[in-house]
Nanobody, 125 residues
Framework: QVQLTESGGGSVQAGGSLRLSCTAS??????MAWFRQTPGKERQAVAA????????VYANSVKGRFTISQDNAKTTTYLLMNNLKPEDSAMYYC????????????????????WGQGTQVTVSS
């Protein structure tokens, strides 16, 4: 069973940067994604990266500030977050589609079958 482990969260001031990492126990996914959630709100897609063409997609709220990437083995997925804003504060979750869920777009949570435990990001003003 694929396991996802996130790391890299923390507390930063507005305008700062963080890089999140998600390590998968093996490579078996077509798309990997990052989502975020704050208490009382629905989980929100942040960014996704899909194999083959190395295609990336981003939520409008993070375009130009966040970059999703993978290592060559595609077992570690990164989220580089620049120019962080207080509204970026959330629990960030890594997700893997395990090769399925292709009836859903890369930014839909229903596509993803495996989730990490989350890593907290707090941005202060």
């Amino acid at each position: 069973q694929v396991q996802l482990t996130e790391s890299g969260g923390g507390s930063v001031q507005a305008g700062g940067s963080l890089r999140l990492s998600c390590t998968a126990s093996d490579y078996s996914s077509y798309c990997m994604a990052w989502f975020r959630q704050t208490p009382g709100k629905e989980r929100q897609a942040v960014a996704a990266i899909c194999s083959g063409l190395g295609r990336t997609v981003y939520a409008n709220s993070v375009k130009g500030r966040f970059t999703i990437s993978q290592d060559n083995a595609k077992t570690t997925t990164y989220l580089l977050m620049n120019n962080l804003k207080p509204e970026d504060s959330a629990m960030y979750y890594c997700a893997a589609d395990l090769g399925g869920g292709r009836s859903h777009s890369a930014l839909e949570s229903k596509r993803y079958k495996r989730w990490g435990q989350g890593t907290q990001v707090t941005v202060s003003s």
